[in-house]
């Protein structure tokens, strides 16, 4: 049986000699009030570039995280009852550049999702087991208001394309969280550049 429900998130992904790998994340809630996030993994596909088509294909799974008060008609960009957030920073470690991308929750919940855009540069071609540091410090007064550490660890660099694991955690004096994820990208050995998200 089909049920309705109200979604908002993120997805994106690569293509190497047109094949098509990609991630996706969402908030979802149900009109009972059911709200947790969907996560779109192994997306897999072709592109065609002749025609400027792609047809790709991969698994949804629903992740229930709680009960909301807010409807699903009220999860929307611009919302008062979805929380939005922005970031960017640079990257150091074997691969240096920046990040910047999305954060995104329901303002009764202590949950949320990032998704972000990350690319930059390297001077020799990292191992396969590869790692790149992202930290932001917010001071007022030289005093930090806010602390944020991620961390990806790569698990293959080669053959055009990157993985890596991500994992992080972020404070204000207002709250505190960590975050895990997936990252996803591709590397020209020519011109030592680097993409992912």
Do not use: C
């Amino acid at each position: 049986m089909f049920e309705e429900k109200k979604s908002s998130g993120g997805i994106g992904g690569i293509t190497l000699n047109n094949i098509i790998e990609g991630k996706g994340i969402a908030i979802y809630i149900k009109p009972d009030g059911t709200t947790g996030y969907l996560l779109l993994d192994s997306i897999t596909g072709q592109f065609y570039p002749n025609i400027g088509m792609f047809e790709a294909g991969g698994n949804i799974t629903a992740t229930q995280m709680g009960t909301t008060t807010v409807l699903p008609s009220q999860l929307y960009d611009d919302s008062p009852y979805v929380d939005y957030g922005k970031f960017s920073e640079t990257i150091t470690g074997d691969i240096n550049g920046g990040i910047s991308g999305d954060s995104l929750s329901i303002i009764d919940q202590p949950w949320g999702i990032w998704h972000a855009g990350s690319g930059g540069t390297y001077t020799a071609t990292p191992s396969a087991n590869w790692s790149a540091s992202i930290n932001a410090d917010t001071l007022v007064g030289g005093v930090p208001v806010s602390i944020n550490r991620i961390e990806v660890s790569g698990t293959e660099w080669s053959n055009n394309r990157l993985i890596g694991s991500t994992r992080g955690y972020w404070g204000d004096v207002y709250k505190t969280g960590i975050l895990v994820g997936e990252t996803l990208g591709t590397f020209d050995p020519t011109a030592y550049t680097w993409q992912a998200l």
